[in-house]
């Protein structure tokens, strides 16, 4: 696993809640969301393929 810190992206952060079938806010509250997070974190693992 390979863990990234504080580069969560608007179009990772959608991606992620569509697949569980969450609620996607504004692209713009969202941008300014991330923008304003403290830390976040990323997790890759293997390689992953979007339709």
């Known amino acids: 696993m390979i863990y990234k810190e504080n580069v ?13 079938d969450w609620f996607n806010f504004s692209k713009e509250q969202t941008k300014k969301s ?7 974190v990323v997790v ?8």
């Open 34 to 40: 991330l923008e304003n997070s403290l830390y976040t």
């Open 44 to 51: 890759e693992e293997g390689v992953l393929v979007y339709s």
């Open 8 to 20: 969560l992206c608007y179009e990772d952060y959608c991606r992620l809640r569509e697949s569980v």
